[in-house]
Nanobody, 125 residues
């Protein structure tokens, strides 16, 4: 059974930082692209970024580029989302997800086979 478990969310002041983790089990982690998405109340789930199976390639939404960084440790079956310079508009539930599709599909929610349960990030202004 595939499980993706996010952790590290919480309350942070604007301008602060958080690091989210997503621990995977039940899948060949190193053969999956890992994505991060977020969903704010009343809004659709949106793409934050993704990282290739090897960690050698990443892609980010324009809204988080230069502030957020995705990395992974295949030995630990874990992917990370380092979030810096947080803004109130970053407040959302953050989800990790896994796919084996190519880069052109990374930003689409339908591309992902497996999802975590999400972790809340709240940025106070």
């Amino acid at each position: 059974q595939v499980q993706l478990v996010e952790s590290g969310g919480g309350l942070v002041q604007a301008g602060g930082s958080l690091r989210l983790s997503c621990a995977a089990s039940g899948l060949a982690f190193s053969s999956y692209v890992m994505g991060w998405f977020r969903q704010a109340p009343g809004k659709e789930r949106e793409f934050v970024g993704a990282i290739s199976w090897s960690g050698g390639s990443t892609s980010y939404a324009d809204s988080v580029k230069d502030r957020f960084t995705i990395s992974r440790d295949n030995a630990k079956n874990t992917v990370y989302l380092q979030m810096n310079s947080l803004k109130s508009e970053d407040t959302a539930v953050y989800y990790c997800a896994a796919t084996q599709k190519g880069r052109e599909y990374w930003s689409g929610t339908l591309s992902y086979n497996y999802w975590g349960q999400g972790t809340q990030v709240t940025v106070s202004s």
